[in-house]
């Protein structure tokens, strides 16, 4: 059976991977699972400088999803570099690098000093992040505003050859308006979604759960609005489409494929269950057995409609 796909000039292994913030660096999940299995692992966010993340609390379960308020808390890209990154390339899998911040130049500045290392395989840009500029332009997240979109993309296209996947989010009108505009700006492929703005209340103290008060709703709760954002923007771009959101079974990656993904990402699934990751691919596997299907390529946008 086939597996393998490719996005920009590189080959992975298969086409079911581990999304960003949900995996650590890998290197944690090594006691539950052979790493060289899986197709690609996404760092968490890196960013220029080192980011204390939100108040507590930060995480909460809400039926049939988990709502997060992390705030990309990381250590900055120079600690990544001496620490975390050389560890990585031992790692027998393709590592992916997500980096982010506030701006253009920020997001150059954490590229810049992260190319001074041997490239990874991929880059992916998660452009969900708050917008320095929200003031002048009115769009919150970076990837809500289709001219900065395609600045940065194409600031980062200039700086590296490596395969370079913009991250979008789901919190807006037209999502396949801001993956053109990724495109244009020489993205190898687009990921989504990230997760949804929401929050928990608790009604006894009257009071936000969240310190943030506003999180990031993941998991099965999203499934159906990240299928369809992923069918639109398939259908508007020439680009690979990644898709991510509330993934737990291999019949979901095979939907997500259905709408046009060429490859998956697995998130909040992992913190529930370590060995997730393991049984999707399996079943991912058997599904493609099943339907009589050699390559799982072959699978991506077939939804007969
Ligand atoms: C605890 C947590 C931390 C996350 N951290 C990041 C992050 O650092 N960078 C990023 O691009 N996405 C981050 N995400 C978003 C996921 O990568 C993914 O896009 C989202 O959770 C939807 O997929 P899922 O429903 O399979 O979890 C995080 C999600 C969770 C639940």
Known sequence: MGLRIKIGKVTFPNPVWVASGTFGSGEEFQDFLDLGTIGAVITKTVTLKAREGNPPPRIVETPSGLLNSIGLENKGIDHFRKEVYPVLRELKTKIIISIAGADKKEILKCAGRLLEEEPPDAIEVNLSCPNVTQKATGYRLISQDPRATERIVSSLRRETTCALIAKLTPDVTDVAAIARAAEAGGADAVS????????????????????????????????????????????????????????MTGTDVAEFMLCGARAVQVGTANLADPGAYTRILAEFKLYLKRKKIDKAGALTGRLKT
């Open 192 to 247: 989504l979604v990230n997760t949804y703005p929401g929050m928990a209340v608790d009604a006894e103290d009257m009071k936000p759960v969240l310190g943030n008060v506003i999180g990031g709703l993941s998991g099965p709760a999203i499934k159906p609005l990240a299928l369809k954002a992923v069918r639109d923007v398939y259908n508007s771009v020439n680009v690979p489409v990644i898709g991510i959101g509330g993934i």
